[in-house]
């Protein structure tokens, strides 16, 4: 990385240290906000958890794990986890996606989760602790450098955190590294649709928490994977944010979206929408 990323990385690993060390403190629900400020209440976060993810998955997960989820869809829902296999989280976070997949693959099986930064590492921990798990293990590391063995992974997964990258190309660089032949990539990620003027995008990328390391139009995440040398890419599901249905929205999310322009009513498929994409490596 050069200087500007490794001044980025820095400030995500500030933003997000905030949130694991708020978590690890209080052991209370503390939905992210974009900048690790304050919490909001329980129903929130289960309602967030509960979006994201079906009743099945989340029926055999402590409170703390399903807590800790700050994802934006569901890679493990189109993943098809078998036993055995070796399994890779990029930016795991509390590892609610990790402990997934570690029941998927069973006990022949072995999950990683590489996180950037340290407390999120200990809360992941935490976590494994308090479930009792032996095929699951954390690393530190940046996803842009994975600290994982070229050609020893079977699934490669990421929710929510490879737009924050400040050099995406080298993620998926990476992913392709690790992945056997034959192996898949399942991530979400949020990215941008449509002709969006610079202002409202600057707001937001406000509102998304994205301010550091601006969102990316589906087009140029797309053309990132492509570049890696990934085949068979397909966009499995987009999900809309509903900034198309801007009266439903909260106050505060109006106040940050219409501040300092004259709101109008985005054109039909424009705006922020979370992208649920898989590849597969030749």
């Known amino acids: 990385m050069n200087t500007k990323d490794n001044a980025i990385a820095k400030q995500i690993e500030e933003r997000y240290g905030q949130y694991a060390r708020q978590i ?9 906000n974009g900048d690790g400020s304050a919490p909001q209440t329980s129903q929130q976060a289960e309602t967030l958890a509960e979006r994201l993810y079906f009743d099945s998955q989340l029926v055999d997960l402590p409170t703390p794990v399903v807590n800790a989820s700050i994802g934006c869809g569901n890679p493990v829902a189109i993943a098809k986890l078998k036993p055995g296999a070796n399994v890779l989280d990029l930016g795991s976070g509390g590892g609610i996606d990790c402990f997934m997949a570690a029941k998927a693959v069973g006990p022949q099986g072995y999950v ?79 990215v941008i649709l ?70 109008k009513p985005l054109p039909l498929n424009t705006g922020l929408y979370s992208a649920l994409i898989e590849a597969r490596k030749p």
């Open 112 to 190: 990683i989760g590489v996180d950037a930064t340290p407390s999120m590492i200990d809360l992941a921990n935490k976590n494994k602790q308090a479930m009792g798990l032996t095929n699951v293990e954390f690393r530190l590391g940046k996803i842009e450098e994975l600290p994982v063995a070229s050609d020893s992974i079977d699934l490669v997964m990421s929710n929510c955190v490879i737009d924050i990258s400040p050099d995406k190309t080298a993620v998926f660089q990476e992913a392709f590294r690790v992945l056997k032949s034959g192996g898949r990539m399942v991530i979400a990620d949020t």
């Open 24 to 32: 690890l403190e209080s052991d209370l629900p503390l939905p992210f």
């Open 194 to 263: 449509g002709e969006i003027p610079p202002n409202l995008k600057a707001n937001i990328d406000m509102w998304a928490g994205a301010v550091i390391t601006p969102l990316i139009t589906l087009p140029e995440l797309l053309q990132c994977i492509v570049h890696a040398h990934f085949v068979d890419i397909q966009v499995e599901a987009l999900t809309s944010y509903g900034l198309e249905n801007f009266e439903q929205l909260d106050a505060a999310s109006k106040k940050t979206l219409t501040d300092g322009i004259v709101w």
